[in-house]
């Protein structure tokens, strides 16, 4: 896939605060890094904290990044949370939600979206575990995967994006609630905690111009 070229428009900012330490800082520095281009599109600002975030230390954070803003045209903020075992999980996507950030929300977990680069979700994958040694088990440079995003996954995962786009979509619109669709994004009755597996971070890649709308 060709580097995305920003053809003199001004630089995108993105603002991603996200839950993790680790998984998630390496694959958004891996979007920079292979898809910015030169000159870069856009760039993305990390804010993460070692051993974690909570969803809403996560949501309270991206709020006070929203009110520092100069040029909403071009700066965004994105945040980046999990199902996992999290407690105040809704509470925290309709905060985020109502206030204008971008919500990449994962259920179960984020390394949902690198199983996607590979292979659709298996059904009724509730937990961490039933997306982590599937994903172990789709491409060997994944068979010791353990939370950082190395060089040679990096590898793995790269020209694979419109097909985990694509995948993810599907997980949208095969929604049990019904009320889904991935143009239109999650319909007002289903529930965060109902839509599992799913993940939006493919949102994140649409914007950015990595893979089509």
């Excluded at 199902?83 to 919500?103: F, I, L, M, Q, T």
């Excluded at 419109?162 to 009320?179: F, K, Q």
Aim: aromatic share 8%; proline share 5%.
């Amino acid at each position: 896939m060709p580097r995305v070229v920003s053809e003199g428009r001004k630089r995108k900012v993105i603002y991603a605060v996200v839950e993790g330490e680790s998984t998630e800082r390496d694959y958004l520095g891996y979007l920079e890094d292979r898809f910015g281009g030169d000159p870069p599109a856009f760039e993305i600002h990390v804010l993460w904290r070692r051993r974690g975030l909570k969803p809403q230390e996560v949501v309270d954070w991206a709020l006070d990044k929203l009110r520092e803003i100069d040029d909403p045209r071009r700066e965004q903020v994105w945040v980046l949370f999990d199902r996992d075992d999290h407690s105040r999980v809704e509470e925290s996507y309709a905060r985020a939600e109502a206030a204008g950030v971008n919500v990449a929300f994962s259920h179960p977990c984020f390394e949902l979206w690198l199983l996607l680069h590979f292979t659709a979700a298996l059904a009724g994958g509730q937990n961490s575990k039933s997306v982590q040694e599937p994903l172990r088990a789709a491409h060997r440079a994944f068979q010791t995967f353990d939370k950082r995003l190395d060089a040679a996954h990096q590898a793995a995962l790269n020209g694979n994006e419109t097909e985990a786009a694509g995948r993810a979509r599907a997980l949208i619109n095969n929604c049990p609630s019904m009320v889904c669709a991935a143009k239109q994004g999650h319909g007002a009755e289903c529930k965060v905690l109902d839509r599992v597996p799913s993940t939006d971070v493919w949102r994140l890649l649409a914007e950015l111009g990595i893979v089509p709308r």
